[in-house]
């Protein structure tokens, strides 16, 4: 049963470019989060998504920053106009059902240049 | 507003002796406890639990003591092994709120078991 994919594993973006970043849940897992490490700092939530609904986005930046999980396929990080502060690890995590026991993947580390 | 603090960035121990990480937190509405295990180049990895209406919660090697008078939570490693060398995370839910998927974490402590 493999584990929770993302890709790419690292990302380099110049500042102005969009990246996008992929996880695939975890088979048989409907529950996706995404997360943001930030140098020297812990995991921090950003948003949780069910297929096709955004349940809670209070972690996101207001603006440049948006999720998707589609009916079919991955589910989308997309942050539009990169800057060097968007520069960090961000982790996708999903479960079966909602709860605090997340199955994480092993994150996409994003550099802005 | 760091919510789950780890203070110690590093620990190190030599194998067979007991690892302590430590852990506090400041908001007394946390209800749910967790430790997570990373190692490098991976995604963090569910250790052991414990709910707020628990002391102790123990699981083979690894045991969560919960002190919630002093909002204080610690991961004990008995006997330590140089495959827990890990950065191990601290992190905490409101379970019975309606956002119990929301993890709150601390910065993580770098424990290095020595042979």
């Known amino acids: 049963n493999a584990g929770v994919m993302q890709n790419p594993r690292h990302l380099v973006r110049r500042r102005g470019q969009e990246a996008r970043l992929r996880c695939s849940p975890m088979k048989g897992h409907s529950h996706v989060y995404w997360y943001r490490q930030l140098p020297e700092e812990g995991l921090k939530f950003m948003v949780y998504l069910q297929k096709e609904n955004i349940i809670d986005e209070s972690g996101m930046p207001k603006e440049r920053f948006s999720a998707e999980f589609p009916k079919e396929g991955p589910s989308i990080l997309r942050i539009q106009q990169v800057v060097r502060g968007d520069s960090a690890a961000y982790f996708c995590?999903?479960?079966?059902?909602?709860?605090?026991?997340?199955?994480f993947g092993p994150g996409t580390r994003l550099t802005v240049l | 507003d760091q919510q789950v603090k780890q203070n110690s960035p590093s620990l190190s121990v030599q194998e067979g002796r007991i690892s302590i990480l430590n852990c506090d937190y400041t908001n007394s509405m946390f209800d749910y406890f967790l430790w997570y295990k990373k190692y490098p180049a991976e995604g963090p990895t569910f250790l052991i639990s414990?709910?707020?209406?628990?002391d102790k919660n123990e699981d083979g090697r690894f045991t969560v003591f919960l002190n919630k008078s002093a909002k204080h939570l610690s991961l004990h490693i008995v006997p330590s092994q140089p495959g827990d060398s890990a950065v191990y995370f601290c992190a905490a839910s409101l379970n019975s709120g309606g956002s119990n998927y929301k993890l709150t974490f601390g910065k993580g402590t770098l424990l290095t078991v020595n042979p």
């Open positions: 995590a999903s479960s079966p059902r909602v709860q605090v026991e997340q199955f």
């Open positions: 414990i709910s707020s209406i628990k």
